[in-house]
């Protein structure tokens, strides 16, 4: 949980069911929405699995940031071939990282680029060769890492 502004709160909960039932977890979905408490099921989203769930710090409304999971090589100077891609111009306004001993790293960061850089940012995409995915549309960045304001 983290206080953004008064009236609603967006609350993450992760948990498994304690009883063997084959319809537990929806059960607790509805029980929650009879309370008016609106549920969202995220247990396909890889990007709150992967890293939202793991992270504190909260909401921001950083500009024209974009939010991208990548798949770093564990291998010597991979976060610094990254870095050193990276424009000048674009700040890297969020960054974490999980390993689950992999011989990739699970990268999750977000990247100041204004619209005039779209072709520019996506040349640096092609030309670093990590596997990545964009998250900026994910409901799960919306409603938790991006503040409305």
Request: hydrophobic share 35%; net charge negative; with cysteine.
């Amino acid at each position: 949980y983290r206080f953004e502004a008064e009236g609603e709160a967006h609350v993450l909960i992760s948990f498994q069911p304690v009883m063997n039932i084959e319809n537990d977890f929806e059960g607790i979905m509805e029980k929650l929405e009879e309370h008016e408490f609106h549920c969202m099921d995220l247990s396909q989203n890889e990007l709150a699995k992967g890293h939202v769930r793991h992270l504190a710090g909260g909401r921001s409304p950083v500009p024209h940031e974009r939010l991208f999971r990548f798949d770093f090589p564990e291998s010597p100077g991979a976060l610094q071939r990254f870095l050193l891609s990276l424009d000048i111009d674009w700040n890297v306004s969020l960054f974490h990282y999980r390993n689950h001993g992999d011989d990739f790293g699970r990268v999750l960061v977000g990247i100041q680029v204004p619209g005039t850089c779209d072709q520019k940012f996506q040349d640096f995409l092609d030309r670093l060769g990590y596997r990545y995915i964009e998250e900026t549309h994910n409901p799960v960045y919306q409603k938790f890492l991006r503040s409305s304001s």
